[in-house]
DNA sequence: TCAACAGTTCCGAATTTCTGAACTACGGAA
DNA sequence: TTCCGTAGTTCAGAAATTCGGAACTGTTGA
């Protein structure tokens, strides 16, 4: 398993972001870790919007999340810990990640891009 | 060749939107007729990035945009018309389209999501 | 009717996405 | 150390999507 990547803040690319968003399982995804704060493992997030996602489409979806800059994921012993960048993103491309989540119909959280 | 759909604006959907400006292709077409307010014909918008797009793919971006609700195509003689539906979509999702052009470095032009 | 032009549709090739199976990584028990 | 269970990644083949040249549709003008 090779290390994680995650994008510095100025290699942000807004296609990535937007593609990332694109798929509503991804933004259930995104929107329940930045809900939390933190601490989405993939196993708790495998069953958000009535299917269960299979674990190796939900690592590509985490990947892709990752690589977008969305999220930012930890080896935390066994389990893997992830939480939003949004902070970081908001920094880079203000109120984006806002008014996506808004359209979405899921207001973004206060911890997030708010 | 079938009529064009276009989208009412209750049938928006926020995924269709952001996967058609995922891609920067098609961002900097939407921007072109954005910002023009209108008359953007395909012919005109074929290479807006230094490269010339095919006509068949210009015609399936188009295709996105316009299923998207982000611009309206009419026939007008023999060529297209297309022009942007910001004012709408900036009904229905608040801010988004002004975010996204505004990450992508393309302001927002007055008589769209401004 | 014919030609020219603007854009769409068709279709095969290339690329991407999906997902079960195999695999890697870590922690605990013996 | 070795073995086992858990969490997640990578592999690989099938399915779906995208790309783009060629053929086609629809319009204008001669």
Redesign the interface.
Known sequence: MRPLFHPALEDLK??????A????ER?AIFAQIAGVGSSGTCTALANLGGRVIPKSSLSQHMKVLREAGLIRGERQGVEMRNHSRCQEVDQR????I???L???GRPPAATSAG
Chains 1, 2 share one sequence.
């Open positions: 807004p296609e990535a972001i937007l593609y968003l694109s798929d509503p933004v491309f203000p109120g984006l806002a008014a996506i808004s359209a979405y």
